[in-house]
């Protein structure tokens, strides 16, 4: 670890956006789709909104589609009559499959509607009352848990490194700082970090219409390149650590991440250069034992047969989109996670920080 330097970080300068807004009757979700061109907000008043919301990427990131899941429970509580939480539980779970039924490979959905239903099931007349209680509980200790594994990460590198991250893992994808973009934000604000990349994250292109649009925001430079040209970038000696988030986190320390993760690790691990996968402990499934019994979700081939809207492939191609792949434990330097930091991790390292989880 590099010795901590005196400054704190000055959250209010280096994290002003916020993809998800409860008003008390409404969840508003910062249309990712249209971003960078248009900043817009998708009112979502039902919990089919938010489960169609977060299919077709308009919420997007493992922990801010959990939050969004939980805000969606206390929308499916409008809909259905009961006199406590015990008996408003058979009610609401066809509601609460549909929102898991969205997405299936961050564990943040499952995560977030089993707690909310754990709340339920504990809860008297004022059962609404804890719903609402317990969803904004789940987005205030996601930012609490960014904040704190952004020092961690921070806290693993040298002043003036160099960094290359993935997909977009900032504000946008969780309820604010975010997290291996947290600990880039953390890192640039403590003058750890010298030069940020990103790869564009095709095809997508969370890392080019997100990343480096939310950095912006914030007065943090980025420069873009092409997901193909990430090997070639760490040949030239401009990468000290590879940083990036996760969707799911396996009990042998297997991450499934944004597809293009996995040869990144494999680029780092070739070129001396270090990797690092920041989630917070939601992120951590300890149920799964290894990352091949993963679900990787696979999204429409269209996505890669055109460019902004306009299809680029001859007609009778056909595609296949992955949109997640595993990295061994093998390849990961440092998972950072506000619970702590597991280093080279196999399953007994996981298994001594996450023991109850
Ligand atoms: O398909 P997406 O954009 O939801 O995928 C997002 C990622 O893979 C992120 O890296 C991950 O969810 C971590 S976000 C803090």
Redesign the pocket.
């Known amino acids: 670890m590099h010795e901590t330097p005196a400054s704190p970080i000055d959250y209010a300068r280096y994290d002003r956006i916020r993809p998800i807004r409860w008003t008390g009757e409404t969840l508003e979700l910062l249309d990712q789709r249209g971003l960078p061109a248009a900043v817009g907000y998708v009112a979502c008043t039902t919990s089919n909104d938010v489960a169609a919301a977060i299919h077709a ?1 308009a919420v ?4 801010a ?1 959990g939050i969004a899941a939980a805000w969606g429970t206390v929308l499916a509580a409008r809909a259905i009559d009961a006199a406590d939480g015990s008996s408003a539980l058979a009610l609401i779970e066809p509601a609460l499959q549909r929102l898991n039924a969205a997405r299936p490979t ?1 564990v943040n959905l499952a995560w977030a509607l089993a707690r909310m239903r754990r709340a339920l099931a504990g809860a008297g007349s004022d059962w609404r009352g804890v719903l609402e209680r317990e969803a904004r509980a789940i987005e205030a200790e996601d930012l609490a848990a960014n904040r704190r594994m952004g020092e961690l990460g921070a806290s693993l590198m040298a002043p003036g490194s160099g960094v290359l991250t ?4 900032g504000s946008l ?2 309820a604010g700082f ?3 973009l947290g600990v880039i934000r953390a890192g640039v604000a403590q003058g750890r970090i010298g030069k940020v990349f990103a790869g564009e994250t095709r095809p ?1 292109m ?1 890392g080019s219409r997100l990343t480096v649009w939310e950095l912006q925001q914030d007065g943090i430079d980025a420069t873009l390149i092409a997901d193909a040209a990430a090997s070639h970038l760490m040949q030239g000696g401009q990468v000290d650590w590879v940083v ?4 799911r986190i396996c009990a042998n320390g297997d991450v499934a ?2 597809i293009g993760t996995y040869q990144l690790a494999i680029a780092a691990r070739f070129h001396g250069r270090k990797f690092m996968v920041v ?1 917070p402990s939601s992120t951590v499934d300890m149920d799964t034992a290894s990352g091949d019994l993963i679900e990787i979700e696979e999204r429409d081939p269209g996505e890669l047969l055109g460019v902004g809207g306009k299809r680029i492939v001859a007609e009778g191609i056909s595609a296949w989109n992955p ?2 792949d595993v990295t061994p434990a093998a390849l990961i330097d440092a998972i950072v996670t506000e619970k702590g930091i597991v280093e080279h991790p196999d399953e007994a390292s996981m298994r001594a920080l996450f023991a109850d989880a």
């Open positions: 990427l997007r990131g493992a922990p589609i961050a993935h997909c977009n893992t994808a969780t975010g997290t291996a997508w969370q990036v988030g996760a969707d991440n944004k989630a949109v997640f």
